[in-house]
């Protein structure tokens, strides 16, 4: 059974840091690239970044591109977010999701998520 | 960047009834990379449909897509009570995915 387990999520003043971390379960982590999306309170979804299964291919939504960085650690099956300079837009629940693949672009399955809110 | 716009926002609906949302795509967009999303309060969201018309496993038959171009739809042919929740479709293009602002299907 695939699980995404989100944590690190927390209440950050505007210009902060935060590192979020998705441990995945239930498959082969190394096999697929994943991705972060988020979603504002009340709001639609948004999608963050993407990262290979290798962890050379990143991409970013050009909101965030230059202050959040994705990567992975395939020895222990987790994704990272760093995020820097954050800003009161950045407030949102972030969600990993196992996805893309080759030919396939979506996302299969999602974590619960976890909350960050950028506030004084 | 590609925008998908979904309509209507809201829809009042009873179970038993059939349903038809739309997702459309300010430029073409290619089939295979078209995905529909299921969300309930408090959850995160469920894949439903890939490839616009692929059910993802578990997904019942009463579930189907379409779709080409820039116009895609979902068709729910008769609604359960658990189908009640927001859909947002979604696109991938220029290694960039956009998601819809989705639909809301509301108990009448």
């Known amino acids: 059974e695939v699980q995404l387990l989100e944590s690190g999520g927390n209440l950050v003043q505007p210009g902060g840091s935060l590192r979020l971390s998705c441990a995945a379960s239930?498959?082969?982590?190394?096999?697929?690239?994943m991705s972060w999306v988020r979603q504002a309170p009340g709001k639609g979804l948004d999608w963050v970044s993407t990262i290979s299964g290798t962890g050379i291919g990143t991409y970013y939504a050009d909101s965030v591109k230059g202050r959040f960085t994705i990567s992975s650690d395939n020895s222990k099956s987790t994704l990272y977010l760093q995020m820097n300079s954050l800003r009161a837009e950045d407030t949102a629940v972030y969600f990993c999701a196992k996805g893309p693949t080759v030919g396939k672009a979506y996302f299969d399955y999602w974590g619960q998520g976890t909350l960050v809110t950028v506030s004084s | 960047e590609i925008v998908l716009t979904q309509s209507p926002g809201t829809l009042s609906l009873s179970p038993g009834e059939r349903v038809t949302l739309s997702c459309r795509a300010s430029?073409?967009?290619?089939?295979?990379?078209l995905a529909w999303y299921q969300q309930k309060p408090g959850q995160a969201p469920r894949l439903l449909m890939y490839g616009a018309s692929s059910r993802a496993t578990g997904i019942p038959d009463r579930f189907s897509g379409s779709g080409s171009g820039t116009d895609f739809t979902l068709t729910i042919s008769r609604l359960e009570p658990e189908d009640f929740a927001v859909y947002y479709c979604?696109?991938?293009?220029?290694?960039?995915?956009?998601f819809g602002q989705g639909t809301k299907l509301e108990i009448k």
């Open positions: 979604q696109q991938y293009g220029s290694s960039q995915f956009t």
């Open positions: 430029q073409s967009v290619s089939s295979s990379y």
């Open positions: 239930g498959f082969t982590f190394s096999s697929y690239a």
